[in-house]
């Protein structure tokens, strides 16, 4: 099974590289790009390790928490698309939801 990153994991990726030395801890962004890196790759034996994304509810998108990171994936026959390296407290939305007062 192959595992496909999205330009959006890979920009997320660059973002954790990036914030770290910012913060004066250089040497942690690279070691947690690695560490998620090896959690991704036990998706392909067992795809529905991660859980069901509370946000959306469906089988086929589901999340590894690789703390403080959310690591979330869409769940195919053939591949595995990691879409997003997400920071643990934030809430996924997708960018053409309704509006709260529309629901």
Avoid at 12 to 36: L, N, R, T, V
Avoid at 75 to 88: A, D, M, P, Y
């Amino acid at each position: 099974m192959k595992i496909l990153i999205s330009d959006s994991a890979y920009n997320d990726f660059e973002a954790i590289i990036k914030y770290y030395p910012e913060e004066g801890a250089s040497h942690i962004g690279g070691q947690f790009i690695a560490s998620i890196i090896e959690h991704i790759e036990t998706i392909p034996a067992n795809p529905d390790i991660g859980r069901k994304v509370p946000e959306f509810n469906t089988d086929k998108i589901r999340e590894l928490i690789h703390g403080p990171f959310r690591v979330v994936y869409l769940r195919e026959k053939l591949c595995i698309h990691v879409v997003r390296v997400w920071q643990s407290e934030r809430l996924l939305k997708l960018e053409n939801t309704p509006a709260e007062s529309e629901i």
